[in-house]
């Protein structure tokens, strides 16, 4: 198992940037897809960003592509969501997340069931 703690949520206006961390522990982090979802109010938790273990191949869902970048440091056991031009309707609670299967190949993950390991979240509110 992986353990995930995010950080770098918070308040930001329409518009804006952040950029979420996640920092996991664990030996086999390196070898997993790593993914974003997010949660809104009364909403069901959705994919936002993933990536594969290499950080060759990442996959955005259509309303942040272009807007939301996914990388991942290896070294420092740590996969980053960088996202610019904020909108009112990205508020939601962020979590990252890390693949059941401890190798993941080159395979990326989009839905909830396909993740084992969750953090607690980060609350990113975009103010218009």
């Known amino acids: 198992q992986v353990q995930l703690v995010e950080s770098g949520g918070g308040l930001v206006q329409a518009g804006g940037s952040l950029r979420l961390s996640c920092a996991a522990s664990g030996r086999t982090f390196s070898s997993r897809t790593m993914g974003w979802f997010r949660q809104a109010p009364g909403e069901e938790r959705e994919f936002v960003a993933a990536?594969?273990?290499?950080?060759?191949?990442?996959s955005y869902t259509d309303s942040v592509k272009g807007r939301f970048t996914i990388s991942r440091d290896n070294a420092k056991n740590t996969v980053y969501l960088q996202m610019n031009s904020l909108k009112p309707e990205d508020t939601a609670v962020y979590y990252c997340?890390?693949?059941?299967?401890?190798?993941?190949?080159?395979?990326?993950?989009?839905?909830?069931?396909?993740?084992?390991?969750w953090g607690q979240g980060t609350q990113v509110t975009v103010s218009s």
């Open positions: 997340a890390a693949d059941r299967a401890a190798i993941s190949g080159l395979r990326l993950r989009v839905e909830v069931y396909e993740y084992g390991s």
């Open positions: 990536i594969t273990w290499n950080g060759g191949s990442t």
